[in-house]
């Protein structure tokens, strides 16, 4: 069974940065896509970015040139660095992860208020 456990969320103020830490039980190789979702208040939840085992990187245009999506294979966590934030980013964020038997595994969520 995977677990991802999402940790790093908070409140920050606009033009503020935050990093989003999403640590998988095992290895994160046997993914064959890992990434990051958002669901704000009212709203479905949408992609922000994915990253396949290739490196290959999919952003959503709304934050392009912002958040920047990273792992660490030795630590098995994926990370979201968010720049910039802006009070339209406000959400709880979900780290995912797809497995080879295209498997989705979903992390229980981590808030991230943009607010002065």
């Known amino acids: 069974q995977v677990q991802l456990v999402e940790s790093g969320g908070g409140l920050v103020q606009p033009g503020g940065s935050l990093r989003l830490s999403c640590a998988a039980s095992?290895?994160?190789?046997?993914?064959?896509?890992m990434g990051w979702y958002r669901q704000a208040p009212g709203k479905q939840r949408e992609l922000v970015v994915t990253?396949?085992?290739?490196?290959?990187?999919n952003y959503a245009d709304s934050v392009k040139g912002r958040f920047t999506i990273s792992r660490d294979s030795a630590k098995n966590t994926v990370y979201l660095q968010m720049n910039s934030l802006k009070p339209e980013d406000t959400a709880v964020y979900y780290c995912?992860?797809?497995?080879?038997?295209?498997?989705?595994?979903w992390g229980q969520g981590t808030p991230v208020t943009v607010s002065s």
């Open positions: 995912s992860a797809v497995t080879r038997l295209y498997q989705t595994f």
């Open positions: 095992g290895s994160i190789f046997r993914f064959n896509t």
């Open positions: 990253m396949s085992s290739e490196s290959r990187t």
